[in-house]
């Protein structure tokens, strides 16, 4: 069976902070994609980023940087200078393979607020 | 390129009524899913459309749900005596289909049972 969890259920900081939102993954496949989307109070989920488990190659898009490791099964989002709009509920989301649909598995959410 | 649309985008209904929900994907998206979040939680696959071809159901889909895709275009999900429970924001997403393709969602329908 496969799970996502993120253990923290909300974070606060102030803006201009850095704030890493943590995701720690199960799954029996070999082969799976990360995702990580967005749900800001509007509630349309909003896809950021797609990461196969072959693909181990940390990313960073603008403030947005991602860290994935297989060995500790950890898939890591960082935010640097947080900013207001950032505020919002954030979802880890595993994928199993094609055979099942490529159905979403979410953990349960990290919500964020940035203080002004 | 529209996105991922729902409608209604709210409903009331009382206890034991039946309602209907519309998905329309984003055009030429062979794959269609459903899922369903409560508060606090996140979403949890129902369902899912491949063209018109439901392939996948959900344990939490009971048998008062169903949902279809004529001709492989939009979606509706009806839910039959509803029940308190049934209360939770139904959200459709779509992609073009092969694996790990990232899903795009719709603003989702929000249900309120009396």
């Known amino acids: 069976a496969q799970k996502v969890t993120q253990a923290q259920t909300e974070i606060s900081v102030v803006e201009k902070e850095d704030v890493t939102l943590d995701c720690v993954y199960e799954?029996?496949?070999?082969?799976?994609?990360l995702f990580w989307y967005k749900q800001p109070p509007s509630g349309e989920l909003v896809f950021l980023i797609r990461r196969n488990s072959f693909d181990e190659q940390n990313e960073i898009s603008g403030r947005y940087s991602w860290n994935f490791q297989k060995s500790t099964s950890s898939f890591n989002f960082t935010i640097t200078a947080s900013q207001v709009v950032d505020s919002a509920v954030y979802f880890c989301a595993l994928s199993d393979t094609e055979t099942s649909g490529s159905r979403l598995t979410f953990g349960e959410g990290t919500q964020l607020t940035v203080n002004p | 390129d529209t996105g991922v649309s729902q409608d209604p985008r709210h409903k009331i209904t009382k206890r034991g009524q039946n309602v209907t929900f519309r998905c329309d994907p984003i055009?030429?998206?062979?794959?269609l899913y459903w899922y369903r979040q409560t508060l606090g939680q996140g979403p949890e696959f129902l369902t899912y459309f491949q063209n018109e071809a439901q392939l996948e159901k959900s344990r939490l889909l009971s048998d008062r749900f169903s949902a279809e895709r004529p001709k492989g275009s939009f979606s509706t999900l009806e839910i039959q005596r509803t029940e308190q429970g049934d209360s939770a924001m139904y959200l459709c997403?779509?992609?073009?289909?092969?694996?790990?393709?990232?899903?795009?969602f719709g603003d989702g329908t929000r249900l309120s049972i009396l």
């Open positions: 055009s030429e998206h062979n794959r």
């Open positions: 997403a779509s992609n073009p289909g092969g694996g790990g393709q990232p899903q795009h």
């Open positions: 799954t029996r496949d070999t082969t799976y994609y």
